[in-house]
């Protein structure tokens, strides 16, 4: 059972908008940034929004983050084949001291 | 540009203790949290814990009385040992860095952990008598 709660799954045609939910509690997203990992199938994770709603350099702008008291989202517009993997939110807990993660949501490409 | 190359033993029996380490190219070794994260077959990620270039450590409180995270600053890498290994250490082990912010909380400026920006490319450990 993990920390942070993500919808096992989530699906799109190509140019859908697809949007994935994750909350927590606010010991961790209540006081703290969240953060989103992008896990292409074999590979290790990349990250793909910090601070709640930074994009690194070269993440398109197609992806964009948002979070709202201990609720956040990370929304995947003009969805692409290329966008099919595993999607992992984060952040610290001060009570526990330590990082804590979603159980990851699987977004399938239609 | 900054690399992680982490490299290890990939099958451990029951018992034993999972030993990995994790180098550091291309960058700084100090104002960064050096961290192992580990995700079993079909799971999610699984902090495990960080250490930073002074040697002070954090670890994951369900894995704490198991887990030791070392620092070699001379060679820029870090190590990760696990103890009495089950079939339920059974995971792709990743290291990774840690990056850390200063911001303001209340009246004083803090460190707060960032990003996970940089990771290695994984070791599966396979458990199994």
């Known amino acids: 059972q993990s920390v942070l709660t993500q919808p096992p799954s989530a699906s799109g045609t190509p140019g859908q908008r697809v949007t994935i939910s994750c909350s927590g509690s606010n010991s961790n997203m209540g006081n703290n940034y969240i953060y989103w990992y992008q896990q292409l199938p074999g590979t290790a994770p990349k990250l793909l929004m910090y601070?709640?709603?930074q994009r690194p350099s070269g993440v398109p702008a197609r992806f964009s983050g948002s979070k709202s008291g201990t609720s956040a989202s990370l929304a995947i517009s003009g969805l692409r084949s290329e966008d099919e993997a595993d999607y992992y939110c984060a952040a610290w807990d001060d009570n526990l001291s330590a990082w804590v993660f979603g159980g990851g949501t699987k977004v399938t490409v239609l | 540009q900054v690399q992680l190359q982490q490299w290890g033993a990939g099958l451990l029996k029951p018992s034993e203790t999972l030993s990995l380490s994790c180098a550091v190219s291309?960058?700084?070794?100090?104002?960064?949290?050096w961290t192992w994260i580990r995700q079993s077959p079909g799971k999610g990620l699984e902090w495990i814990g960080e250490?930073?270039?002074?040697?002070?450590?954090n670890y994951s409180p369900s894995l704490k009385s198991r887990v030791t995270i070392s620092v070699d600053t001379s060679n820029n890498h870090f190590s990760l040992k696990l103890t009495s290994v089950t079939a339920a250490d059974t995971a792709v082990y990743y290291c990774?860095?840690?990056?850390?912010?200063?911001?303001?909380?209340?009246?004083?400026?803090?460190?707060?952990?960032?990003?996970?920006?940089?990771w290695g490319q994984g070791t599966m450990v396979t458990v199994s008598s």
């Open positions: 990774a860095r840690g990056d850390r912010i200063n911001v303001v909380r209340g009246v004083q400026y803090v460190y707060i952990h960032d990003a996970f920006d940089i």
């Open positions: 250490i930073d270039h002074t040697g002070s450590t």
């Open positions: 291309g960058g700084p070794f100090s104002g960064y949290y």
């Open positions: 601070r709640n709603n």
